[in-house]
T-cell receptor, first 111, second 114 residues
């Protein structure tokens, strides 16, 4: 079945450092791919999405490119802020119509 | 997007009791879902709430334990029945306008069972 694998956390960075959170997936067909963010004590917010190969999703300085050849959707940001500290979830929506989530990666940014 | 509210935002309940969680959306949506997020874990889909018919449950979840209602296109409830400490989790509802596209989540209900 469909699955999503994220790099394990926690990831600890200093402010203004570069961020990459790896995400790879297994799916039949052509799933849509998403990154969600969960700030402490809150629900999930959609951060960005890509619906077909080579699409680049971007929002709030974060980017991710849908790479079908490597079945990856890595999340990147050039300069993180303390306010980016949160849990990040990679997810796919395949032909079942259901969201499949990765295990989540905790990011902590220190001043 | 959609504005989604959940009630209650949190609760502490005694084992053996039941709690009903409400999910309200500001506009009509095609699909509504209920998820569970156990402490420090990812999200697990409990069921898809179908308007006017019985919910579709995922493996490991049953209607007797998690009865769901969806009387219209903007509202759904999830009941956690005969609770035990293992039910302590965050319960989230989500909505989608088109199957296969993004889902939008409510703020969640933090449940603690003592």
């Amino acid at each position: 079945g469909d699955s999503v694998t994220q790099m394990e956390g926690p990831v600890t960075l200093s402010e203004e450092a570069c961020l990459t959170i790896n995400c790879t997936y297994t799916a039949t067909g052509y799933p849509s791919l998403f990154w969600y963010v969960q700030y402490p004590g809150e629900g999930l917010q959609l951060l960005l999405k890509a619906t077909k190969a080579d699409d680049k999703g971007s929002n709030k300085g974060f980017e991710a490119t849908y790479r079908k050849e490597t079945t990856s959707f890595h999340l990147e940001k050039g300069s993180v802020q303390v306010s980016d500290s949160a849990v990040y979830f990679c997810a796919l929506n395949g032909n079942t119509g259901k969201l499949i989530f990765g295990q989540g990666t905790t990011l902590q940014v220190k001043p | 997007s959609a504005v989604i509210s959940q009630k209650p935002s949190r609760d502490i309940c005694q084992r053996g009791t039941s709690l009903t969680i409400q999910c309200q959306v500001d506009s009509q949506v095609t699909m509504m879902f209920w998820y569970r997020q156990q402490p420090g874990q990812s999200l697990t889909l409990i069921a898809t709430a179908n308007q006017g018919s019985e919910a579709t449950y995922e493996s490991g979840f049953v209607i007797d334990k998690f009865p769901i209602s969806r009387p219209n296109l903007t509202f759904s409830t999830l009941t956690v029945s005969n609770m035990s400490p293992e039910d302590s989790s965050i319960y989230l509802c989500s909505v989608s306008r088109i199957a296969g596209y993004e889902q939008y989540f409510g703020p969640g209900t933090r449940l603690t069972v003592t």
